[in-house]
C-alpha cells in the first residue's frame, strides 16, 4: 500500500510540475472531457494547489508509519476533501467556457426531457 501511495504522488508531482509551468499531463487525457470546454488558466490556478496538496498528502501516507494511526486518518480525510474540491472545480459554471456552460445547460435540458417522458408513462 506504500508503493500505490508513493506511485500515486509521483503521479501527482509530475502534474503539479506541468501545471505551475502552465501544461497540463493528466487531467484532460480522458474523452468525457473536453479542454475547450474550460477556461485553462482559471481551472489551473486552482488545480496546481490541489494537485499540490494531493501529491503531498500521498507522500505522507506512504511513509504512514512516521505519523501513526490518527495522523493517516487527518491525511485521508484532507485527500477526501481535495476530491471533492477537483469535482467542484469541474461542475463549477465560473470555470466553464462560453461552450461548455452551452454543453452543460444543453444536457440539464436533455435530463429534464427525460424526466418529463418518464412521467408520462
Known sequence: ??????????LGLAETIDL???KDFLMFMGSKMDERDYVREKVFRVEKW??????LGCFILSKG??????????VIF??????????????D????????????????????A??????KR
Open 1 to 10: 500500500m506504500d508503493m500505490l501511495f508513493f506511485f500515486a504522488a509521483c
Open 20 to 22: 505551475f509551468m502552465g
Open 50 to 55: 490541489l494537485f499540490a496538496a494531493d501529491t
Open 65 to 74: 508509519s512516521w505519523i501513526g494511526f490518527w495522523g493517516q486518518m487527518t
Open 78 to 91: 484532507i485527500l477526501f476533501i481535495t476530491v471533492i474540491l477537483h469535482i467542484w472545480v469541474f461542475n
Open 93 to 112: 459554471e465560473r470555470f466553464l467556457s462560453p461552450s461548455g456552460i452551452k454543453k452543460k445547460q444543453q444536457k440539464k435540458e436533455r435530463r429534464a
Open 114 to 119: 427525460w424526466r418529463a417522458q418518464k412521467k
